[in-house]
Antibody, heavy 118, light 110 residues
Framework: QVQLQESGPGLEKPSETLSLTCTVS????????WSWIRQVPGKGLEWIGY???????NYNPSLKSRVTISVDTSKNQFSLKVNSVTAADTALYYC????????????WGQGTRVTVSS | QSVLTQPPSVSGAPGQRVSISCSGS?????????VHWYQHVPGTAPRLLIF???KRPSGVPDRFSGSKSGASASLAITGLQAEDEAVYYC??????????FGTGTEVTVL
C-alpha cells in the first residue's frame, strides 16, 4: 500500500518561493505521474500540476508561470516550488499519485498547511 | 478556467438515497473524458470513491455508484450512513490540458 507524506515550511513571506516535498513509501516512483493539489481556505480543490520521473510535466494553466514540479528517484520524493507567492497561495497542499493517461488520483497525502504572510 | 459545478449541499436520513450532480461542458465531461469522485473528510486525505465514471476501487462499498450522461455526471449513495458525512468532489480532464475538480458538495446525514 503506497503512502505519501508532505513536508515543508508552514509559513512563507510574500514574494518568496514556496517549497514542499512529498515522500513516497511502499511503491515505485517511476511507474506513475505525481501531482500536487491545493485547497484554499473555504474553497474547493485545485490541481496544480504533475511530474513524471522522466522530467515530463504538465501544469494548471492558471499557475504555470510560477510552478515547478520535479521527481527525485534516488530519494523516492517529488517536490513543488511556487515562485512569487502572495496571500492567495495560502492553502492546504496535498500530494497525490496520478494514474498516467487515466487522469485521476488514487492515493493522497494527509496535506500540509502553508500560510503566506509577512 | 473551466469549472465543474456541484450543489453546495445535500442531506438525507440514515438509510435514504442521495444523489450529487456534477455539471461540466463540451470541453471536459461533454468531450467524453471520464469522471471520478472523491470523498473528503476535513483533516484527512481525500479518498477515491469512483473512477472511470462508474468503477469502484477495492474496499469502496457498493452503496456508492457513479453514472454519466452527456456533459453531466452523478454520484449516488444508497443506504446513507452517518460515516458518509463528508465533502464529495467530482473530477475530470479538460481539453485545456488541465485536471478539473468540481466545486464540492457537503453531505449531511440527518
Amino acid at each position: 500500500q503506497v503512502q505519501l507524506q508532505e513536508s515543508g515550511p508552514g509559513l512563507e513571506k510574500p514574494s518568496e518561493t514556496l517549497s514542499l516535498t512529498c515522500t513516497v513509501s511502499g511503491g515505485s516512483i517511476t511507474s506513475y505521474f505525481w501531482s500536487w493539489i491545493r485547497q484554499v481556505p473555504g474553497k474547493g480543490l485545485e490541481w496544480i500540476g504533475y511530474s513524471y520521473y522522466t522530467g515530463t510535466t504538465n501544469y494548471n494553466p492558471s499557475l504555470k508561470s510560477r510552478v515547478t514540479i520535479s521527481v527525485d528517484t534516488s530519494k523516492n520524493q517529488f517536490s513543488l516550488k511556487v515562485n512569487s507567492v502572495t496571500a492567495a497561495d495560502t492553502a492546504l497542499y496535498y500530494c497525490a499519485r496520478d494514474l498516467p493517461w487515466a487522469h485521476y488520483f488514487d492515493s493522497w497525502g494527509q496535506g500540509t498547511r502553508v500560510t503566506v504572510s509577512s | 478556467q473551466s469549472v465543474l459545478t456541484q450543489p453546495p449541499s445535500v442531506s438525507g436520513a440514515p438509510g435514504q438515497r442521495v444523489s450529487i450532480s456534477c455539471s461540466g461542458s463540451y470541453s471536459n465531461i461533454g468531450a467524453g473524458y471520464d469522471v471520478h469522485w472523491y470523498q473528503h473528510v476535513p483533516g484527512t486525505a481525500p479518498r477515491l470513491l469512483i473512477f472511470g465514471d462508474n468503477k469502484r476501487p477495492s474496499g469502496v462499498p457498493d452503496r456508492f455508484s457513479g453514472s454519466k450522461s452527456g456533459a453531466s455526471a452523478s454520484l449516488a449513495i444508497t443506504g446513507l450512513q452517518a460515516e458518509d458525512e463528508a465533502v464529495y468532489y467530482c473530477q475530470s480532464y479538460d481539453s485545456s490540458l488541465s485536471k478539473l475538480f468540481g466545486t464540492g458538495t457537503e453531505v449531511t446525514v440527518l
